[in-house]
């Protein structure tokens, strides 16, 4: 369906309180975020735009519409309402550590010489995983690694694959990371290595789509900024799914505002919004 690009300020009302509850539980149920009333401007902008170049003039038919056209158009609702704020190195002192300390310690348990498996849950689009991948490859162990990127937008995942960034995007790089693990393309977007693209994998996954296509004995999970946006019982939920994929000694890396009760019954603590698994 084609768009005018009309402007959607003069051609919408305004999103009423039953239509924005309706919304909030379709949020909720597609996506697991508790959408609070505070995000109703948000909600109300994102949705105009995909309103627009669908030609719909009202939520209530942009609603149906959702519902009826299946996984296309809800893959594109969750794409709009979903949020994808990271940069390289957020939160410093989790790649120092992932670095310096877990990645030799997992290395010289690995008497077995399997892959090294780590899950970056709610990769965005993709700063997270080059990163960990950054710090495999300038580290000196010898056992073989893999990055399993998860996002619920389908538009980021497509990022991570890609591994190609805009200018605006590499904020957290020092020029000597950018000079040695990225190449500019005649576009001005930044190419990650290949080295740096080839260890990771890059798939779609809702955290509240269960069972997880995931094989446990997950050596590292980091899914930070992400949980937040959860009920405590979905919080506790997703710490749970997480604890079942790991074994004893693995390591999960949470945000720096995510303080979940339900981690302290499967994890003990080791850093900073670091935990170990017991």
Not at 91 to 115: A, C, D, M, T, W
Not at 201 to 212: E, H, V, Y
Request: hydrophobic residues 35%; contains cysteine; glycine residues 6%.
């Amino acid at each position: 369906m084609q768009s005018s690009l009309r402007s959607v300020d003069n051609s919408l009302g305004a999103m009423t309180d039953a239509e924005f509850v309706d919304f909030q539980r379709l949020v909720k149920e597609m996506t697991g975020i508790s959408l609070s009333d505070r995000k109703r401007a948000m909600l109300t902008n994102r949705l105009a735009k995909r309103m627009a170049f669908l030609n719909l003039n009202n939520y209530q038919d942009y609603l149906y519409f959702i519902k009826a056209e299946g996984h296309s158009e809800r893959n594109e609702f969750i794409n709009a309402v979903t949020t994808n704020l990271t940069y390289f190195y957020r939160e410093p002192h989790h790649f120092e550590y992932f670095g310096q300390h877990v990645l030799p310690i997992l290395s010289k348990q690995n008497i077995r010489n399997k892959p090294i498996r780590v899950w970056s849950a709610g990769c965005s689009y993709g700063q997270e995983p080059y990163s960990l991948a950054i710090e495999v490859c300038n580290s000196e162990i010898e056992s073989e690694v893999r990055i399993l990127c998860t996002d619920i937008d389908s538009k980021t995942i497509s990022s991570v694959k890609k591994g190609a960034y805009p200018e605006k995007y590499m904020r957290g790089l020092s020029d000597e990371l950018i000079k040695k693990w990225f190449v500019q393309k005649t576009d001005g977007t930044w190419q990650a290595a290949p080295r740096l693209r080839q260890l990771l994998i890059g798939k779609r996954l809702n955290l509240f789509d269960k069972p997880w296509p995931i094989k446990p004995a997950v050596d590292v999970i980091m899914c930070r900024n992400t949980l937040i946006y959860f009920t405590e019982p979905d919080q506790a939920a997703v710490i749970r799914g997480f604890a079942e994929h790991q074994e004893p000694g693995a390591y999960l890396f949470l945000g720096h505002s995510e303080n979940i009760k339900e981690v302290e019954k499967f994890y003990k603590r080791v850093g900073n919004t670091i935990f170990e698994r017991i």
